[in-house]
T-cell receptor
Framework: DADVTQTPRNRITKTGKRIMLECSQT?????MYWYRQDPGLGLRLIYY???????NKGEISDGYSVSRQAQAKFSLSLESAIPNQTALYFC????????????????FGPGTRLTVL | TQLLEQSPQFLSIQEGENLTVYCNSS?????LQWYRQEPGEGPVLLVT?????EVKKLKRLTFQFGDARKDSSLHITAAQPGDTGLYLC???????????FGKGTSLLVTP
């Protein structure tokens, strides 16, 4: 089973709709991140959370919100989707967890391809 | 602000050739990671370098961290089609709050 899972994998929606992307992890990591990836722009950080009670804005948080429901779950919401939010969205985790990982090594989910019409 | 500049942006070579991609910055990093991303998947961590001048090898891939911890290179020997993908470097500044990613080098290795 994958250590970091994202749902849905693909989503097509219309302008103005509310969308939630979900991320779950079984790595026992306390840090979780949301990125978007656009051609030519690379990976850009939207929000990050260092533990359940800690939420921080990243480089491009406008138009997005997040919720850290538990150590293993971190969801990203688009309250009113717009076409320029069409992108690949990735969740990532880091931390010692149950293995020998470290905070600077991130593990990514498979991504969600979101299209806003 | 894009702290990490990767070059080249695109690279298309034939199987068996050698190549080097670069990751440069004016900032000092406490650590730097290289990831590979295949189409339709998330980035996968290849290596982390921490010490200035450090060299790490992963089969045919050689990673080097600059002496001043501002830059890094990835050298692939005898490239194979399975090396095809997007190579991303990411640096952790001393503030340590999150990683800064470069835009990536897209590598295509043809048989």
């Amino acid at each position: 089973d994958a250590d970091v899972t994202q749902t849905p994998r693909n989503r097509i929606t219309k302008t103005g709709k509310r969308i939630m992307l979900e991320c779950s992890q079984t790595k026992g990591h306390d840090r979780m991140y949301w990125y978007r990836q656009d051609p030519g722009l690379g990976l850009r950080l939207i929000y990050y959370s260092f533990d359940v009670k800690d939420i921080n804005k990243g480089e491009i948080s406008d138009g997005y919100s997040v919720s850290r429901q538990a150590q293993a779950k971190f969801s990203l919401s688009l309250e009113s989707a717009i076409p320029n939010q069409t992108a690949l969205y990735f969740c990532a985790t880091s931390g010692p967890g149950t293995g020998s990982g470290s905070y600077n090594e991130q593990f990514f989910g498979p991504g969600t391809r979101l299209t806003v019409l | 602000t894009q702290l990490l500049e990767q070059s080249p942006q695109f690279l298309s070579i034939q199987e068996g050739e050698n190549l080097t991609v670069y990751c440069n910055s004016s900032s000092v990093f406490s650590s730097l990671q290289w990831y590979r991303q295949e189409p339709g998947e998330g980035p996968v961590l290849l290596v982390t370098v921490v010490t200035g001048g450090e060299v790490k090898k992963l089969k045919r891939l050689t990673f080097q961290f600059g002496d001043a911890r501002k830059d890094s290179s990835l050298h692939i020997t005898a490239a194979q089609p399975g090396d095809t993908g997007l190579y991303l470097c990411a640096g952790e500044e001393d503030s340590g709050y999150a990683l800064n990613f470069g835009k990536g080098t897209s590598l295509l290795v043809t048989p």
